[in-house]
Nanobody
């Protein structure tokens, strides 16, 4: 397994941007599909985006398509989530997660596939 640490959260006005980072430990990061999930207060955790181990394939939740971009740098063991045009409804704790050699298709992968999780970083979007 890998250990994951998120950073980059904060308070931003609606329409603003943030970039989240997730640093992973271990030498096998390039074999893990990485995902971002978020959980708003009083709600269930939702899928946001995922990227395959090579970075060639990505998939997004409909609610963030065109606004969020997931990317990775395997040399730095880091995955990113660039968020633009943020809305108050994007307010949540964002967590990254890792799934070993999970194939990324056109639909959101099940949360149960992700065995390693970070502690999360708070994103608050004010109106």
């Amino acid at each position: 397994q890998v250990q994951l640490v998120e950073s980059g959260g904060g308070l931003v006005q609606a329409g603003g941007s943030l970039r989240l980072s997730c640093a992973a430990s271990g030498r096998t990061f390039s074999r893990y599909t990485m995902g971002w999930f978020r959980q708003a207060p009083g709600k269930e955790r939702d899928f946001v985006a995922a990227i395959s181990w090579s970075g060639a394939s990505t998939v997004y939740a409909d609610s963030v398509k065109g606004r969020f971009t997931i990317s990775r740098d395997n040399a730095k063991n880091t995955v990113y989530l660039q968020m633009i045009s943020l809305k108050p409804e994007d307010t949540a704790v964002y967590s990254c997660a890792a799934a070993f050699l999970l194939v990324v298709g056109h639909t959101a992968p099940s949360e149960s596939n992700f065995r390693s999780w970070g502690q999360g970083t708070q994103v608050t979007v004010s109106s």
